[in-house]
Nanobody
Framework: QVQLVESGGGLVQAGGSLRLSCAVSRRPFVPRTMAWFRQAPGKEREFVAATSWSAGSTNNADSVRGRFTISSDNAKITVYLQMNSLKPEDTAVYYC?????????????????WGQGSQVTVSS
């Protein structure tokens, strides 16, 4: 399966910004869809955003719409999550995910491989 290496997490004050990166270091299959999920303490893993390169479409959770943007750099084989106007409720471990399918789905079971997770903490 693909290897996904995440970076960019950290501590930021409310209203600030962070950018997460997810580099695809191994690619036994073409990750046509990439996504970001997050999991806060005591909560289920939550969909954040996804992009399907082949379909040219994106899918964003209502909770982050207008604040978070998913993007990709084909030359670096990397996807990003630009997080602006961060809120304390955004605090979670953020996971990058990849799928061989072409639709930007919100269900975790849709994805084949996962990154190690990056802690994002937003202070009030």
């Amino acid at each position: 399966q693909v290897q996904l290496v995440e970076s960019g997490g950290g501590l930021v004050q409310a209203g600030g910004s962070l950018r997460l990166s997810c580099a695809v270091s191994r690619r036994p299959f073409v990750p046509r869809t990439m996504a970001w999920f997050r999991q806060a303490p005591g909560k289920e893993r939550e969909f954040v955003a996804a992009t399907s390169w082949s379909a040219g479409s994106t899918n964003n959770a209502d909770s982050v719409r207008g604040r978070f943007t998913i993007s990709s750099d084909n030359a670096k084989i990397t996807v990003y999550l630009q997080m602006n106007s961060l809120k304390p409720e955004d605090t979670a471990v953020y996971y990058c995910a990849a799928a061989s399918y072409t639709r930007p789905m919100a269900a975790p079971g849709y994805y084949d491989c996962w990154g190690q997770g990056s802690q994002v903490t937003v202070s009030s």
